[in-house]
């Protein structure tokens, strides 16, 4: 466990958030490997197949994930104040309503997958293998839900470590049997699905079974639902379920307007889509770390502290988004082309589209840094409100420019790439005076559970 009350604020939240830069980057290589293995070896109609289903798979866990997200927050300030009863008492209250939950959420995904994909659109050569792929990865969530968790909760007790090495093997087993299922059982999508589930099942255990043995504050040995902290939970998390389930609802809305112009142009947005969600990983590391930092020393009550490490990492996001911007608009194009085989009929039309989209959003990166680090810190103040409030406008900015783009001005898919850059910079200029105002101070979880 790490504690950021004390030492040097920049140093802790960079080396901190190293280990879960690489952590998610095997997190990436999950999906990534299903897109590339699945586009090399089945065709661009299966890699549009899987990134049509990724959007919806997307929607349904954010808003597990944005519980958990909340849940955290309260764990890192508890853990900053010493309150280790508490602590365990938010864990183990959190394991019962996040399993329940995570239940329905996956009936309700297996069930309606049809209607659901219906619903965006999904062209009809790519709808029974994108069913398929929904209805074993929501079938399989509750993994997923519970290595999220725990993950989420060993960083914010300061272990960023831990994770990565059972992510590592996890994302290594993944690659593996995608091969095997997909190159040489040739069982397509729905081979690349199980292969996914498989890992993610591996990833849970071993994270569970690290958390109970390893670390004191995680070990439940009975659980308890205490309804004072449920509410506290509630307070944090729900503000970051709606924000999270408000990304994938927006994202839903621009998949069906990417549909809406064939399988060619979807396979090669979801291709740019997995290369500029690597491309930003970084930036949303630091973003997570800064969250932790300010997180516990808020709960410490060394605002000076939290404030401080903020806005060296704000200078130093800003900087690596400069970088970030450069590298992929060398490398956009030709990592691009490893997403599908060059024999592919329609190879030409998928990496226009693909190439077509980074090379305008990379040069953007320096406004999502700004934006995300505001976020981070508001997040570990405890203000979810406005973190959530400042997502929805971006992305609903993002979704009505996206179709004012295409259906006013005659744009193609990369009116997608467009809208988002609109939406960061205007949120940054928010989030900045929301920031000099001070309107974040006063909502620490500590605080509360004070009163």
């Known amino acids: ?29 999950y999906s990534m490997s299903d ?18 289903s990724m959007s919806m798979i997307h929607f349904l866990l954010s808003v597990l994930i944005g519980l958990t997200t909340g849940a955290s927050v309260v764990i890192s300030q508890f853990y900053g104040a010493r309150q280790d009863g508490q602590l365990q008492k938010t864990v183990s209250t959190s394991i019962l309503f996040l399993a329940g939950f995570a239940l329905i959420i996956s009936i309700i995904g297996v069930a309606g997958a049809p209607l659901f994909l219906s619903l965006l659109d999904v062209p009809e050569g ?129 998949i069906r307007l990417v549909n809406s112009f064939g399988e060619s142009a ?79 009929p329609n190879v030409t039309e998928i990496v226009g589209v693909g190439a077509k989209y980074l090379s305008i959003i990379v040069c953007f990166y320096t406004l999502f840094a700004t934006f995300f680090a505001f976020n981070g810190f508001f997040r570990g103040a405890g203000d979810a409100v406005i973190v959530m409030a400042l997502t929805i406008t971006s992305l609903t900015i993002r979704s009505v420019s996206a179709h004012i783009l295409v259906y006013q001005f005659g744009l193609g898919p990369e009116a997608v790439a467009w809208s988002i850059p609109i939406g960061w910079g205007l949120c940054s200029l928010l989030a900045w005076l929301y920031y000099h105002k001070n309107m974040w101070a006063g909502k620490a979880a500590v605080q509360v559970a004070g009163k």
């Not at 897109?35 to 049509?52: E, P, Q």
């Not at 007790?157 to 831990?162: N, T, V, Y």
Request: hydrophobic letters at 55%; a positive charge; glycine letters at 8%.
């Open 1 to 29: 466990m790490q504690d950021f009350t004390k030492g040097n604020a920049t140093k802790q939240i960079i080396s901190f958030a190293l280990p879960m830069l690489v952590g998610n980057i095997f997190q990436q290589a």
């Open 35 to 52: 897109a590339v293995i699945v586009g090399r070896f089945v065709g661009g109609n299966a890699l549009a197949a899987v990134g049509s």
């Open 126 to 254: 790519i709808f029974s293998e994108t069913t398929l792929y929904l209805r074993i990865a929501m079938g399989t969530m509750i993994f997923s839900v519970f290595y999220n968790m725990y993950t989420s909760y060993l960083r914010a007790l300061g272990d960023s470590k831990s994770p990565l090495l059972i992510l590592i093997i996890s994302t290594l087993l993944n690659v593996l049997l995608d091969l095997l299922f997909v190159a040489v059982f040739n069982w397509g999508v729905g081979g690349a699905a199980v292969a996914t589930a498989i890992a993610q099942a591996l990833a849970c255990i071993l994270c569970m079974a690290y958390a109970g043995r390893k670390v004191p504050l995680l070990k439940i040995n009975k659980l308890i639902f205490d309804k004072a902290l449920f509410r506290l939970v509630l307070r944090y998390s729900l503000p970051a379920a709606i924000q999270l389930s408000t990304v994938s609802l927006a994202s839903l809305t621009i």
């Open 266 to 344: 979807v396979a090669g947005y979801t291709a740019a889509v997995k290369i500029d969600e690597f491309a930003i990983m970084p930036l949303s590391n630091i973003s997570m770390a800064i969250s932790t930092f300010v997180g516990q020393n808020i709960g410490a009550a060394n605002v000076d502290r939290a404030k401080k490490g903020f806005r060296s990492s704000l200078v130093f996001m800003v900087l690596a988004g400069i970088v970030l911007s450069t590298i992929a608009l060398v490398c956009g194009r030709s990592l691009i082309t490893l997403f599908v085989d060059a024999a592919d």
